[in-house]
């Protein structure tokens, strides 16, 4: 069964960096476009998840929310099955709970990356704070 664990979240500055981490498991790896999102604190569990970035499953395709676009980069390692995302000039607006989220092939013709309700296998999620 698929499993993601995510890493690397913590306190920074505002204008800081951090780089999260989430391994999988080989058997949804391989085949699976990665994403990250993120959930504002306060809400209660299960709520709208914000998309914050995607990438296909070679590498070749990435895609960003507006608000990360230009200070956020993912990125994937195939070989140590892990997918990573590195955010610079981070903003108290950042503040919030990363996940990871793994999404097998349907076959459809076209995918709405960005709704959170799609993806099959999601991390434990680490938290980020961003001070002012």
């Known amino acids: 069964q698929g499993r993601l664990v995510e890493s690397g979240g913590g306190l920074v500055q505002a204008g800081g960096s951090l780089t999260l981490s989430c391994a999988a498991s080989?058997?949804?790896?391989?085949?699976?476009?990665m994403a990250w999102f993120r959930q504002y604190p306060g809400l209660a569990p299960g709520l709208e998840r914000e998309f914050v970035a995607r990438i296909s499953r070679d590498g070749g395709t990435t895609e960003y929310s507006e608000h990360v676009k230009d200070r956020f980069t993912i990125s994937r390692d195939n070989a140590k099955k892990t997918v990573y995302l590195q955010m610079n000039k981070l903003e108290p607006e950042d503040t919030a709970i990363y996940y990871c989220?793994?999404?097998?092939?349907?076959?459809?013709?076209?995918?709405?990356?960005?709704?959170?309700?799609?993806?099959?296998?999601w991390g434990q999620g680490t938290q980020v704070t961003v001070s002012s």
């Open positions: 080989v058997d949804i790896f391989t085949t699976s476009t």
């Open positions: 989220a793994a999404l097998l092939p349907s076959g459809a013709a076209w995918v709405n990356y960005r709704s959170y309700r799609l993806y099959d296998h």
